[in-house]
Protein backbone atom coordinates (compact mmCIF):
# COMPACT_ATOMS: atom_id res chain seq x y z
CA UNK A 1 0.00 0.00 0.00
CA UNK A 2 2.80 2.24 0.45
CA UNK A 3 4.20 2.19 -3.17
CA UNK A 4 0.61 2.53 -4.26
CA UNK A 5 0.11 6.09 -2.05
CA UNK A 6 3.22 7.52 -2.26
CA UNK A 7 2.71 6.69 -6.44
CA UNK A 8 -0.82 7.88 -6.64
CA UNK A 9 0.10 11.00 -4.46
CA UNK A 10 3.14 11.83 -6.63
CA UNK A 11 1.28 11.83 -9.50
CA UNK A 12 -1.82 13.84 -8.79
CA UNK A 13 1.25 16.35 -6.94
CA UNK A 14 2.95 16.86 -10.81
CA UNK A 15 -0.70 17.08 -12.39
CA UNK A 16 -1.23 20.17 -9.63
CA UNK A 17 2.02 21.38 -10.30
CA UNK A 18 1.80 20.92 -14.48
CA UNK A 19 -2.02 22.07 -14.38
CA UNK A 20 -0.14 25.43 -13.09
CA UNK A 21 1.98 26.19 -16.04
CA UNK A 22 0.94 27.98 -19.35
CA UNK A 23 2.07 24.91 -21.04
CA UNK A 24 0.21 22.46 -19.72
CA UNK A 25 -2.80 24.39 -18.41
CA UNK A 26 -5.05 24.11 -21.54
CA UNK A 27 -4.20 20.38 -21.54
CA UNK A 28 -6.28 20.09 -18.30
CA UNK A 29 -8.93 21.83 -19.20
CA UNK A 30 -7.52 25.42 -17.66
CA UNK A 31 -6.80 28.77 -18.57
CA UNK A 32 -3.67 30.01 -17.02
CA UNK A 33 -3.57 33.05 -18.87
CA UNK A 34 -6.62 33.64 -17.18
CA UNK A 35 -5.79 33.04 -13.50
CA UNK A 36 -4.70 35.12 -11.38
CA UNK A 37 -1.05 34.59 -9.92
CA UNK A 38 -2.97 34.05 -6.45
CA UNK A 39 -4.45 30.62 -8.05
CA UNK A 40 -1.48 29.54 -9.63
CA UNK A 41 0.42 29.97 -6.87
CA UNK A 42 -1.55 27.53 -4.42
CA UNK A 43 -2.01 25.18 -7.28
CA UNK A 44 1.51 25.14 -7.28
CA UNK A 45 1.83 24.90 -4.00
CA UNK A 46 -0.68 22.40 -3.22
CA UNK A 47 1.30 20.13 -5.56
CA UNK A 48 4.36 20.46 -3.59
CA UNK A 49 2.39 19.50 -0.51
CA UNK A 50 1.17 16.64 -2.33
CA UNK A 51 4.72 15.54 -2.81
CA UNK A 52 5.34 15.99 0.53
CA UNK A 53 2.78 14.28 1.62
CA UNK A 54 4.41 11.53 -0.79
CA UNK A 55 7.43 11.30 0.58
CA UNK A 56 6.32 11.14 4.73
CA UNK A 57 4.25 7.91 3.50
CA UNK A 58 7.93 6.81 2.10
CA UNK A 59 9.17 7.65 5.63
CA UNK A 60 6.43 5.86 7.93
CA UNK A 61 7.23 2.71 6.06
CA UNK A 62 11.16 2.36 5.14
CA UNK A 63 14.18 4.29 7.06
CA UNK A 64 15.16 7.84 5.78
CA UNK A 65 17.57 7.01 2.94
CA UNK A 66 15.73 3.51 1.55
CA UNK A 67 12.70 5.75 1.77
CA UNK A 68 14.48 9.37 0.01
CA UNK A 69 15.24 6.44 -3.00
CA UNK A 70 11.91 4.91 -3.20
CA UNK A 71 10.75 8.11 -3.12
CA UNK A 72 13.16 9.45 -6.04
CA UNK A 73 12.00 6.03 -8.02
CA UNK A 74 8.49 6.92 -7.21
CA UNK A 75 8.80 10.17 -8.71
CA UNK A 76 10.08 9.19 -11.79
CA UNK A 77 7.73 6.70 -12.66
CA UNK A 78 4.75 9.26 -11.59
CA UNK A 79 6.05 11.91 -13.99
CA UNK A 80 6.62 9.64 -16.68
CA UNK A 81 3.01 8.06 -15.81
CA UNK A 82 1.98 11.89 -16.20
CA UNK A 83 3.96 12.59 -19.30
CA UNK A 84 2.24 10.05 -20.99
CA UNK A 85 -1.20 10.58 -19.96
CA UNK A 86 -0.42 14.73 -21.24
CA UNK A 87 0.70 12.90 -24.60
CA UNK A 88 -1.68 10.54 -25.51
CA UNK A 89 -4.94 11.57 -23.42
CA UNK A 90 -4.84 15.45 -22.56
CA UNK A 91 -8.39 15.32 -22.02
CA UNK A 92 -8.60 12.36 -19.10
CA UNK A 93 -5.88 13.81 -17.11
CA UNK A 94 -8.13 16.51 -14.68
CA UNK A 95 -10.41 13.58 -14.02
CA UNK A 96 -7.58 10.96 -13.74
CA UNK A 97 -5.27 13.35 -11.44
CA UNK A 98 -8.48 13.85 -9.38
CA UNK A 99 -8.99 10.03 -8.89
CA UNK A 100 -5.46 9.50 -7.85
CA UNK A 101 -5.53 11.87 -5.68
CA UNK A 102 -8.57 10.43 -3.68
CA UNK A 103 -7.53 7.16 -3.88
CA UNK A 104 -3.93 8.07 -3.26
CA UNK A 105 -5.39 9.81 0.05
CA UNK A 106 -7.54 6.44 0.99
CA UNK A 107 -4.80 4.27 0.75
CA UNK A 108 -2.50 7.07 2.93
CA UNK A 109 -4.77 5.93 5.74
CA UNK A 110 -4.43 2.13 5.34
CA UNK A 111 -1.81 1.65 8.02
CA UNK A 112 1.74 0.15 6.29
CA UNK A 113 1.94 -4.31 6.07
Given at each position: ???????????????A???????????????T?????G?????????????????????Q??????????????????????????????????Q??????????????????
Amino acid sequence: MTYGAALLLAFAAFAAIAASMDRHGDQFGMKTQALSSGRILWWRAGGFVLLGVSLLKCLQHWNTSIAIAAWLGLLTFAAMALGLVLTYAPHKARQLACCTAALGALLWLVPPL
